[in-house]
C-alpha cells in the first residue's frame, strides 16, 4: 500500500486547508484510514480516523472544525480543515491499517500545515 498526501501550505489562522490522501497497491484490504499530525517537540498523534462501516473518531482539538472524508472510487482520504489555529501547525501524516497486525503500518511522506495568526 502507497499513500501519497498532498494540500498543506501555508495559511492564516481561521482559514481552511483541504488535505488529500491517495492510496494505491493492494488497497482492497484497507478498511481504515486516518490522519495523524506531529508537531515540533510533541509526540505524533491522531486527528481524526474512519473505518469501513463505522463512524468517525476525531480528537478533542479538532472536533467541529475537520472533516474526514473518503472516496472510495478515487481511493482518497480527505481532511476538511476550517477555522484553523496556530496550535495546528504540524507536518499531517496519512496513514492506513493493517488489519493483520493491528498497527498503523502504511504511512504517507507527510505534508506540512503551518498556521500563522
Not at 29 to 36: A, D, H, L, P, R
Not at 38 to 54: I, N, T, Y
Not at 80 to 95: G, H, I, R, V
Request: charged residues 20%; hydrophobic residues 30%.
Amino acid at each position: 500500500v502507497q499513500l501519497v498526501e498532498s494540500g498543506g501550505g501555508l495559511v492564516q489562522a481561521g482559514g481552511s486547508l483541504r488535505l488529500s490522501c491517495v492510496a494505491s497497491g493492494s488497497i482492497f484490504s484497507i478498511n481504515t484510514m486516518g490522519w495523524f499530525r506531529q508537531a515540533p517537540g510533541k509526540e505524533r498523534e491522531l486527528v481524526a480516523r474512519k473505518s469501513s462501516g463505522d463512524s468517525t473518531y476525531y480528537a478533542d482539538s479538532v472536533k467541529g472544525r475537520f472533516t474526514l472524508s473518503r472516496d472510495n472510487s478515487k481511493s482518497t482520504l480527505y481532511l476538511q480543515m476550517n477555522s484553523l489555529k496556530p496550535e495546528d501547525t504540524a507536518m499531517y501524516y496519512c496513514a492506513a491499517l493493517n488489519e493483520p497486525s493491528g498497527e498503523y503500518d502504511y504511512w504517507g511522506q507527510g505534508t506540512q500545515v503551518t498556521v500563522f495568526s
